[in-house]
Protein backbone atom coordinates (compact mmCIF):
# COMPACT_ATOMS: atom_id res chain seq x y z
CA UNK A 1 0.00 0.00 0.00
CA UNK A 2 1.38 3.83 -0.65
CA UNK A 3 2.33 6.08 2.03
CA UNK A 4 0.90 9.45 2.41
CA UNK A 5 3.60 11.55 0.54
CA UNK A 6 5.69 13.51 3.25
CA UNK A 7 6.51 16.42 1.82
CA UNK A 8 9.09 19.16 3.17
CA UNK A 9 9.28 22.68 2.40
CA UNK A 10 11.85 25.41 3.29
CA UNK A 11 11.23 26.09 6.42
CA UNK A 12 14.35 24.14 7.30
CA UNK A 13 16.40 26.17 4.93
CA UNK A 14 18.23 27.97 7.62
CA UNK A 15 19.99 25.87 9.86
CA UNK A 16 20.16 25.72 13.37
CA UNK A 17 22.64 24.24 16.21
CA UNK A 18 19.11 22.67 18.04
CA UNK A 19 17.57 21.15 14.37
CA UNK A 20 21.45 19.56 13.52
CA UNK A 21 21.66 16.15 14.40
CA UNK A 22 25.83 16.11 13.55
CA UNK A 23 26.24 17.60 16.85
CA UNK A 24 29.74 16.41 17.53
CA UNK A 25 30.37 18.02 13.62
CA UNK A 26 29.30 21.48 15.40
CA UNK A 27 27.20 22.54 12.35
CA UNK A 28 30.05 20.72 10.03
CA UNK A 29 28.37 18.30 7.58
CA UNK A 30 30.88 16.46 5.56
CA UNK A 31 28.66 15.54 1.90
CA UNK A 32 29.64 13.42 -0.50
CA UNK A 33 27.69 13.31 -3.69
CA UNK A 34 27.80 10.16 -5.99
CA UNK A 35 26.99 10.47 -9.87
CA UNK A 36 27.41 7.35 -12.61
CA UNK A 37 28.62 7.78 -15.89
CA UNK A 38 28.42 5.41 -18.94
CA UNK A 39 30.84 6.49 -21.92
CA UNK A 40 28.55 9.40 -22.84
CA UNK A 41 30.87 12.72 -22.43
CA UNK A 42 28.55 15.31 -23.71
CA UNK A 43 26.23 14.75 -21.23
CA UNK A 44 28.87 14.55 -18.27
CA UNK A 45 30.07 17.75 -19.32
CA UNK A 46 27.00 19.29 -19.19
CA UNK A 47 26.28 17.94 -16.17
CA UNK A 48 29.58 19.29 -14.42
CA UNK A 49 28.83 22.94 -15.94
CA UNK A 50 25.39 22.67 -14.35
CA UNK A 51 26.31 21.05 -10.60
CA UNK A 52 29.90 22.87 -10.31
CA UNK A 53 27.90 26.33 -9.20
CA UNK A 54 25.40 24.83 -7.80
CA UNK A 55 27.36 23.14 -5.36
CA UNK A 56 29.98 25.81 -5.00
CA UNK A 57 26.58 28.30 -4.05
CA UNK A 58 26.15 25.39 -1.07
CA UNK A 59 29.67 26.47 0.18
CA UNK A 60 29.06 29.93 0.24
CA UNK A 61 25.34 29.66 2.17
CA UNK A 62 27.26 27.19 4.39
CA UNK A 63 30.65 27.72 5.00
CA UNK A 64 31.23 24.88 7.22
CA UNK A 65 30.03 22.20 5.34
CA UNK A 66 32.28 20.44 2.81
CA UNK A 67 31.76 18.32 -0.35
CA UNK A 68 33.09 15.51 -2.24
CA UNK A 69 31.69 15.04 -5.84
CA UNK A 70 33.19 11.43 -7.15
CA UNK A 71 32.08 11.00 -10.59
CA UNK A 72 32.15 6.99 -11.38
CA UNK A 73 32.47 6.12 -15.21
CA UNK A 74 30.90 2.45 -15.15
CA UNK A 75 31.65 2.37 -19.08
CA UNK A 76 34.83 -0.14 -19.91
CA UNK A 77 35.80 1.34 -23.42
CA UNK A 78 35.74 5.05 -21.89
CA UNK A 79 39.16 6.07 -20.13
CA UNK A 80 37.39 9.08 -18.28
CA UNK A 81 39.43 11.40 -20.11
CA UNK A 82 36.67 13.39 -21.89
CA UNK A 83 35.89 15.04 -18.82
CA UNK A 84 35.58 18.79 -19.86
CA UNK A 85 39.22 20.17 -18.11
CA UNK A 86 37.92 23.60 -17.43
CA UNK A 87 34.83 22.32 -15.73
CA UNK A 88 37.42 20.87 -13.57
CA UNK A 89 39.06 22.94 -12.85
CA UNK A 90 36.16 25.31 -11.95
CA UNK A 91 35.14 22.63 -8.98
CA UNK A 92 38.92 22.94 -7.78
CA UNK A 93 38.55 26.87 -6.91
CA UNK A 94 36.53 25.81 -3.34
CA UNK A 95 39.11 23.94 -1.10
CA UNK A 96 36.19 22.76 0.83
CA UNK A 97 35.28 20.75 -2.29
CA UNK A 98 36.91 17.54 -3.73
CA UNK A 99 36.57 16.11 -7.08
CA UNK A 100 37.78 12.73 -8.16
CA UNK A 101 36.83 10.56 -10.88
CA UNK A 102 36.95 7.03 -10.63
CA UNK A 103 36.94 4.19 -13.62
CA UNK A 104 35.49 0.99 -13.66
CA UNK A 105 36.83 -1.53 -15.47
CA UNK A 106 33.88 -3.65 -16.19
CA UNK A 107 30.06 -1.91 -15.84
CA UNK A 108 29.19 -2.63 -11.73
CA UNK A 109 25.63 -1.69 -12.22
CA UNK A 110 24.12 1.33 -10.42
CA UNK A 111 23.93 -0.08 -7.16
CA UNK A 112 27.12 -1.68 -6.33
CA UNK A 113 28.80 1.46 -8.17
CA UNK A 114 27.41 3.93 -5.64
CA UNK A 115 27.84 1.12 -2.85
CA UNK A 116 31.66 1.53 -3.68
CA UNK A 117 31.42 5.12 -3.92
CA UNK A 118 30.49 5.49 -0.61
CA UNK A 119 32.57 3.50 1.33
CA UNK A 120 35.23 5.52 -0.04
CA UNK A 121 34.92 8.49 2.05
CA UNK A 122 33.61 9.42 5.47
CA UNK A 123 30.13 11.80 5.21
CA UNK A 124 27.41 12.55 7.48
CA UNK A 125 25.28 12.53 4.00
CA UNK A 126 25.48 10.77 0.98
CA UNK A 127 23.57 12.79 -1.84
CA UNK A 128 22.85 10.32 -5.47
CA UNK A 129 22.49 11.64 -8.36
CA UNK A 130 21.66 10.72 -12.20
CA UNK A 131 23.82 12.70 -14.61
CA UNK A 132 21.10 13.57 -16.78
CA UNK A 133 19.16 15.35 -14.33
CA UNK A 134 19.12 19.68 -14.05
CA UNK A 135 18.28 21.31 -11.29
CA UNK A 136 16.40 24.90 -11.94
CA UNK A 137 16.72 25.76 -8.08
CA UNK A 138 20.53 26.74 -7.18
CA UNK A 139 19.80 25.63 -3.44
CA UNK A 140 18.44 22.48 -4.44
CA UNK A 141 20.89 20.54 -2.06
CA UNK A 142 20.41 22.63 0.96
CA UNK A 143 16.33 21.52 0.61
CA UNK A 144 17.52 17.82 -0.12
CA UNK A 145 19.54 17.91 2.96
CA UNK A 146 17.47 19.96 5.19
CA UNK A 147 15.02 17.32 6.41
CA UNK A 148 18.12 15.13 7.35
CA UNK A 149 19.54 17.58 9.23
CA UNK A 150 16.45 18.41 11.09
CA UNK A 151 16.25 15.33 11.75
CA UNK A 152 13.04 14.46 9.77
CA UNK A 153 14.15 11.92 7.44
CA UNK A 154 16.42 9.08 6.62
CA UNK A 155 15.78 9.00 3.07
CA UNK A 156 14.84 11.59 0.61
CA UNK A 157 13.87 12.12 -2.76
CA UNK A 158 11.96 14.60 -5.25
CA UNK A 159 8.42 15.11 -4.81
CA UNK A 160 8.12 16.14 -8.80
CA UNK A 161 9.50 12.49 -9.88
CA UNK A 162 8.32 9.04 -10.76
CA UNK A 163 7.11 7.33 -7.50
CA UNK A 164 4.53 5.11 -8.66
CA UNK A 165 4.73 1.36 -9.20
CA UNK A 166 2.41 -0.69 -11.83
CA UNK A 167 0.61 -3.92 -10.79
CA UNK A 168 3.56 -5.83 -12.17
CA UNK A 169 6.42 -4.54 -9.74
CA UNK A 170 8.12 -1.87 -12.35
CA UNK A 171 8.89 1.83 -11.53
CA UNK A 172 5.97 4.10 -13.67
CA UNK A 173 8.25 6.65 -15.24
CA UNK A 174 5.77 9.19 -15.37
CA UNK A 175 4.82 11.74 -12.68
CA UNK A 176 2.12 11.89 -11.52
CA UNK A 177 -0.07 14.53 -8.92
CA UNK A 178 -1.07 11.71 -6.25
CA UNK A 179 -0.02 13.11 -2.36
CA UNK A 180 0.94 9.16 -1.93
CA UNK A 181 4.11 7.04 -3.03
CA UNK A 182 5.60 3.10 -3.65
CA UNK A 183 9.25 4.32 -4.36
CA UNK A 184 11.10 7.37 -4.48
CA UNK A 185 13.00 7.95 -7.48
CA UNK A 186 17.19 7.03 -7.58
CA UNK A 187 17.37 9.95 -10.37
CA UNK A 188 17.89 12.20 -6.59
CA UNK A 189 18.23 10.92 -3.51
CA UNK A 190 19.74 11.98 -0.46
CA UNK A 191 20.68 9.48 2.41
CA UNK A 192 21.78 10.28 6.01
CA UNK A 193 25.03 8.34 6.35
CA UNK A 194 24.59 6.65 9.64
CA UNK A 195 21.00 4.81 8.29
CA UNK A 196 23.69 3.40 5.19
CA UNK A 197 26.43 2.39 7.80
CA UNK A 198 23.62 0.58 9.99
CA UNK A 199 20.93 -0.88 7.12
CA UNK A 200 23.21 -0.90 4.08
CA UNK A 201 22.38 0.69 0.73
CA UNK A 202 21.39 -0.80 -2.67
CA UNK A 203 21.02 -4.47 -2.76
CA UNK A 204 23.36 -5.95 -5.32
CA UNK A 205 21.57 -9.41 -6.03
CA UNK A 206 18.70 -8.05 -7.51
CA UNK A 207 17.77 -9.80 -10.59
CA UNK A 208 15.96 -6.86 -12.25
CA UNK A 209 17.30 -3.78 -13.96
CA UNK A 210 16.33 -0.75 -12.97
CA UNK A 211 14.79 -1.44 -9.54
CA UNK A 212 17.43 -0.85 -7.18
CA UNK A 213 15.40 2.70 -6.16
CA UNK A 214 12.40 0.78 -5.35
CA UNK A 215 13.83 -2.09 -3.45
CA UNK A 216 15.44 0.25 -1.36
CA UNK A 217 12.23 2.50 -0.43
CA UNK A 218 10.63 -0.57 0.54
CA UNK A 219 13.43 -1.79 2.35
CA UNK A 220 13.65 1.23 4.23
CA UNK A 221 10.06 1.19 5.10
CA UNK A 222 9.82 -1.84 6.36
CA UNK A 223 12.73 -1.14 8.84
CA UNK A 224 10.33 1.69 9.58
CA UNK A 225 12.76 4.50 8.66
CA UNK A 226 11.50 7.81 7.38
CA UNK A 227 11.33 8.62 3.74
CA UNK A 228 10.17 12.10 2.38
CA UNK A 229 9.65 14.23 -0.34
CA UNK A 230 11.30 17.75 -1.28
CA UNK A 231 9.32 19.61 -3.98
CA UNK A 232 12.57 21.08 -6.45
CA UNK A 233 12.16 22.38 -10.06
CA UNK A 234 14.15 20.00 -12.51
CA UNK A 235 14.61 18.46 -15.78
CA UNK A 236 15.46 14.94 -16.14
CA UNK A 237 16.40 14.15 -19.74
CA UNK A 238 16.47 10.33 -18.86
CA UNK A 239 19.25 9.55 -21.57
CA UNK A 240 21.72 7.57 -19.21
Not at 30 to 38: A, D, L, M, N, Y
Not at 209 to 233: F, H, K, M, T
Request: negative net charge.
Amino acid sequence: MALHLVQFRAKWHHRTSEQHPFSSFHQKVKIHVSSIHFGKPEVTQSFLSEIAPQLRYHLDEFPEDSIRLTLTNNWPEKSGQNLNQHDVAELCENPRFDYEVECNAWNKGFGRSHNETYHLHPSDAFVLLNNDLFFREKDWLSKMLAPIIADEADLVGLANAPKQLFRNGHGNPHVTDSESFDYLDGAALAVRSETINKYGLFAEDLKVVYAEDSDLSLRYRQLNLRLGCVPIAHKHARST
